[in-house]
């Protein structure tokens, strides 16, 4: 077995596929490759909690959602090998009665996308297990420039239906939840409420800076998704302008106090990173304190308090002064996390306990620490932002196949 992709050929086998067959292209490519029986994608559901394996209809496990020739089997990942790859961002080789089960992550920039999986007639050796894990990333790419042009991959990541309000409010945040960089980790997560509470994150990364937002609009269902809407797509808009921090907040905040009825608001903070100074400012509209992990110790990083967005136009908002030191995590959140009936969940306590895992897996344990301290029954969305602060000058990161050697697991 020798699964060297030839890359150009690979290449021009998914463009000549329609956008929905693009995996398929891949997939079959690598089978034959490989010589392997079987290779399925897997895909990680909005959840969080589980897997879904894709594939046609015909060949629909018991229990799968089918739609028209597609088929979704959702699989669960606690405890299982599933779960161990995304986690540890690491291959897996299983060897049993049946062959060799191979899998390998499908990532990009430690965005964990899904698991690539294949039954082997025999273990692979070093070399063929590195060009399977390549194989993965790879496919990460595929599925990246395709799912622009086709539902399947949202259809089968939607193991609970969506209201509307949930529709708006996906579109609001970042189309990948982490993002690996030299000087920094970053990754964010919502953990949604049984009725859309207006919860949003967002953040960009330029040649000069990193910019970190996350928003709580008042109210629930529709009509906070819509406020959200006008917060985060003005706050987009004066970022893509070029607008300095004090510009972007100000203007933000008089878009959504025109645009929306007396008594709606959104409370947030946006933080501007300058990535060569190293300096960092933050704008707070009213929002929770963040939370610092340092040198082992958890406090909130208490900041001046400005209005709301959208409470008064006009409003200019003060610059704070935001220090970051190499080796912090902050973890920037919503009331979601503390209030109602999450007012239970010792938030620094749980944060405390996550120091040695990466951000991706920080704001997971988080979100599952506030359903655990509501009986799996928010009142309120939560989202979290964590952020891991490196430091330094801008400059590559150590990686492989999609995801940072330096904060894989152990």
């Known amino acids: 077995m020798s699964p060297r992709f030839d890359l150009r050929s690979l290449l021009e086998r998914v463009e000549a596929a329609a956008p929905i067959d693009a995996v398929t292209a891949v997939t079959a490519e690598l089978a034959t490759l490989a010589g392997a029986t079987e290779v399925s994608f ?6 969080g909690h589980a897997l879904v394996r894709l594939g046609t209809a015909s060949r629909a496990p018991e229990g799968s959602r089918v739609r028209g020739p597609e088929h979704a089997e959702t699989l669960r990942l ?5 779960e161990q790859v995304l ?7 299983q060897t049993g ?3 060799t089960c191979v899998l390998v992550p499908v990532t990009d920039r430690g965005d964990a996308i899904g698991v690539l999986e294949l039954v082997l007639p025999e273990p692979p050796d070093e070399q063929e297990l590195a060009d399977i894990s390549a194989a993965g990333h790879a496919l990460a790419y595929v599925i990246i420039a395709n799912r622009r042009h086709t539902d399947l991959f949202e259809w089968g990541q939607r193991t609970t239906p969506f209201s509307l309000a949930a529709e708006i409010q996906r579109r609001l945040l970042p189309s990948a939840f982490t993002c690996e960089a030299g000087q920094f980790t970053l990754a964010g997560w919502l953990e949604p409420a049984a009725t859309v509470g207006g919860d949003t994150f967002d953040y960009a990364l330029d040649r000069d800076s990193l910019h970190v937002s996350v928003s ?7 009509g906070a998704a819509l406020l959200a809407t006008l917060l985060v797509g003005s706050l987009r808009n004066e970022r893509r302008r070029g607008l300095g921090l004090g510009d972007q907040t100000r203007n933000a905040n008089d878009a959504v106090s025109s645009h929306s009825a007396p008594g709606e608001f959104v409370t947030g ?3 501007r990173v300058d990535l060569h100074t190293l300096e960092a400012e933050i704008v707070n509209a009213g929002h929770p304190f963040p939370l610092r992990l340092r040198d082992g110790r958890v406090e909130e990083v208490e900041l001046a308090i400005d209005l709301p967005f959208g409470v008064q136009a006009g409003t200019e908002y003060r610059l704070q002064r935001f220090v970051l030191e190499p080796g912090d995590r902050v973890v920037f959140v919503t009331d979601g996390m503390q209030e109602r009936n999450a007012a239970s969940l010792d938030v620094a306590a749980a944060l405390a306990a996550t120091a040695a895992l990466h951000p991706r897996e920080v704001v997971h344990e988080l979100g599952q620490a506030v359903l655990r301290a509501t009986g799996g029954i928010l009142r309120d969305d939560a989202s979290v932002v964590c952020l891991d602060w490196y430091g330094g000058p801008p400059r590559d990161r150590v990686s492989q196949t999609g995801a940072s050697d330096l904060l894989a697991s152990p």
Do not use: N, P
């Open 78 to 82: 606690a405890g299982t090998v599933h």
């Open 97 to 99: 009665d049946g062959g």
């Open 87 to 93: 986690r540890t961002q690491q291959a897996v080789v």
């Open 42 to 47: 897997l895909i990680a559901d909005f959840s």
């Open 216 to 222: 709580d609009a008042v109210g629930h269902e529709v």
């Open 269 to 271: 903070q946006v933080l």
